[in-house]
């Protein structure tokens, strides 16, 4: 006899229903976090922030997964930071842990007893630690400088065993600590890029000065000149464009489009005149600039929409470069 087969639609909303009720007890649970914060989370922070070594992130089993993250995040962002594996710390790898270091332990119970000896390393040597507990009587609570609690929460799994909860938490609050640290230590977006030279992330936080193009390579006119010649500079560059510059400043840009709006009828500029105009009066007013130590990413933001050429101008608007919407796309910035 075949038994008949599940309905895959009843099981698909059956998971959207398991997925949601996760999602909100831990949500839930955040904003019980956010509430429950107090001086002690300040406290943390500055003991974090007065080591002149390094920051050492340790937990066991899925607490140690949270802190490798917690770790990373931090070291890419003006905090140096490592993890240590607590297990490995009780064999060899409290040689890791230096004078100027500060200890940052996570335990949702409070009692992992692999974080014994590297407490007991931080207690010997006078070494600041931070505990990430759940647990406020606990011994990790108890041992360390200040101890952040985490609030009695659900875990999403049903059986209220796997670490679901509370390890979104642990990994909400290593994430507020990072930027708390990010914040008291004015960590720029330049200085992000030098912990972040490759990939995309890389190239939005370049300069415009790495993409745009110098020199010669600037199609650039007076405002004087007739349009017949501006054409012709126009095309000498590969840009569609061209820079009016008076009195060394960028006063107005022509573009293809320019010169079709100038082509429509009824326009001042009738078909058999346009060559005989000057740029002045066919170009665009004051255009859309940006200078040359701005972010990649924000000239991609200055250029959203219909721009695909923008100038680059220093503080007395004299044109330094051209940037295209081509470079940037080619070094991956958008």
Known sequence: MDLPLPDTALLAADDLAVARRVLALEAEA?????????????????????????VVVSGMGKSGHVARKIAATMASTGTPALFVHPAEASHGDLGM??????????????????????????????????????????????????????????????????????????????????????????????????????????????????????????????????????????TAKRFGCLGIVQHGALVGIITDGDLRRAL??????PRHGLLNLTTAEVMTHNPRTIGPDALAAEALHVMAGRITTLFVVDADRRPVGILHLHDLLRAGVA
């Open 264 to 269: 429509q009828p009824g326009q001042a500029a």
């Open 30 to 54: 955040l904003v019980l976090l956010a509430a429950g914060l107090d001086a002690r989370f300040g406290a943390a922070v500055t003991l974090l922030a007065g080591a002149s070594g390094r």
């Open 97 to 234: 842990i230096m004078a100027g270091d500060a200890v940052l332990a996570l335990s949702n119970s409070g009692e992992t007893p692999e974080l014994a000896d590297l407490v007991a390393h931080t207690r010997r040597f006078g070494l600041p630690l931070v505990g990430i507990v759940g647990r406020d009587e606990s011994t990790l609570a108890r041992a360390a400088d200040v101890a952040l609690v985490l609030p009695r929460a659900q875990e999403a799994c049903p059986n209220g065993l796997a670490p679901t909860t509370s390890t979104t938490l642990q990994m909400a609050l290593g994430d507020a600590l990072a930027v708390a640290l990010l914040t008291r230590k004015g960590f720029s977006a330049a200085d992000f890029r030098v912990f972040h030279p490759g990939g995309k992330l890389g190239a939005k936080l370049s300069r415009v000065r790495e993409f745009m193009h110098a020199g010669d390579e600037m199609p650039l006119a007076g405002p004087d000149m007739r349009m017949d010649a501006a054409m012709v500079a126009m």
